[in-house]
């Protein structure tokens, strides 16, 4: 079986619709999943809740992986990470006349 992962010039890599970040999210929590399912199996809990555990949060982090993909697209994360660290408002404490006198300019030249 081979995989095809499509990179064209200047686009961002994809594979099986996954588009830029939401492949690493993908991989990364397709591990992570892994992890804990050995680690849960190491400890001695029962194989078949180990199993269960294993497909269930796997399916859960494909649909939710692709469900990203599709709603907010490419550089949707992004953005909305960049939207929460930008203020809502901004604090103006300078009083309305101040804000309208010219400065003077104090610059003496010594020629």
Known sequence: MQYTINKGIGCSVEFKGLKAQYLFIFAGG????????VILYMIGIEQW????????SASLLVWGTFHLNA????????KLAAARRHP????????????????????SCAM
């Open 49 to 56: 809740v180990c199993i269960l555990f294993g497909v269930v």
């Open 30 to 37: 397709l591990l992570a999943v892994f992890i804990l399912f």
């Open 88 to 107: 809502r408002y901004l604090i103006h404490r300078k009083s309305v006349n101040h804000m309208f006198v010219k400065p003077q300019n104090n610059r």
């Open 71 to 78: 709603r907010y697209g490419e550089y949707g994360l992004m």
